[in-house]
């Protein structure tokens, strides 16, 4: 078993990293060496939205199968960085797609459908950053805070509607397909230990 020291190493290691992209997207805006930046720096947010989110789903499964249960310690800061890219995607959307004219922008999110599942994911992402600290814990207790951050198998399914439709428009299906099968397996691990301990009940 790792130190709390060792733990605490490995967060701020993966703190930094998670900003990496980030910078990348920043760097590469600033010095002018992108074709189009908008689209980007859309896709790229987008992309590491569902990264981290593959990441967060992964946590419950490698520490049951390693043994390893500091990895839970990771899962609150990586929910975080699922919001924290998913609100730049948005914010992408919102700004230079439409320029903060949110009557626009709703008319966006109300005629396309991919936008539309895209909006509600982000929504259901908000209540879930907003209630990570251990005071919100605390208010909410255990059980109503565990069933409220399940919302993320919700959350989960709909940035992969999301993403296929988007790629749709483009007949490039392999991205989705590859994003849809790690998350749909990590899922389905979910679901096979909850019939198991049921059983065992």
């Given at each position: 078993?790792?130190?709390?020291?060792?733990?605490?190493?490995?967060?701020?290691?993966?703190?930094?990293?998670?900003?990496?992209?980030?910078?990348?997207?920043?760097?590469?805006?600033?010095?002018?060496?992108?074709?189009?930046?908008?689209?980007?720096?859309?896709?790229?947010?987008?992309?590491?939205?569902?990264?981290?989110?593959?990441?967060?789903?992964?946590?419950?499964?490698?520490?049951?199968?390693?043994?390893?249960?500091?990895?839970?310690?990771?899962?609150?800061?990586?929910?975080?960085?699922?919001?924290?890219?998913?609100?730049?995607?948005?914010?992408?959307?919102?700004?230079?797609?439409?320029?903060?004219?949110?009557?626009?922008?709703?008319?966006?999110?109300?005629?396309?459908?991919?936008?539309?599942?895209?909006?509600?994911?982000?929504?259901?992402?908000?209540?879930?950053?907003v209630t990570s600290t251990?005071?919100?814990?605390?208010?909410?207790?255990?059980?109503?805070?565990?069933?409220?951050?399940?919302?993320?198998?919700?959350?989960?399914?709909?940035?992969?509607?999301?993403?296929?439709?988007?790629?749709?428009?483009?007949?490039?299906?392999?991205?989705?397909?590859?994003?849809?099968?790690?998350?749909?397996?990590?899922?389905?691990?979910?679901?096979?230990?909850?019939?198991?301990?049921?059983?065992?009940?």
């Open positions: 078993m790792l130190t709390t020291k060792q733990v605490s190493w490995i967060k701020g290691a993966v703190f930094v990293l998670a900003l990496a992209p980030l910078a990348r997207m920043v760097y590469l805006t600033v010095t002018g060496q992108l074709v189009d930046p908008l689209e980007f720096i859309t896709r790229g947010t987008g992309d590491w939205t569902l990264y981290f989110l593959c990441m967060v789903l992964a946590v419950t499964p490698l520490r049951k199968l390693s043994g390893q249960n500091w990895l839970i310690k990771l899962r609150r800061m990586l929910g975080l960085y699922v919001f924290f890219y998913g609100f730049l995607h948005f914010m992408t959307f919102l700004w230079f797609d439409h320029f903060f004219d949110v009557q626009e922008m709703w008319k966006d999110v109300l005629k396309r459908p991919f936008i539309t599942v895209g909006f509600i994911a982000f929504v259901l992402l908000i209540p879930l950053a251990n005071g919100m814990i605390k208010r909410l207790g255990g059980k109503r805070w565990q069933w409220l951050h399940r919302l993320v198998y919700v959350i989960a399914p709909l940035a992969i509607l999301h993403f296929w439709w988007m790629k749709a428009g483009k007949h490039n299906f392999t991205e989705p397909i590859i994003f849809g099968t790690i998350i749909g397996i990590l899922l389905l691990m979910r679901v096979w230990w909850a019939i198991r301990s049921a059983r065992k009940a």
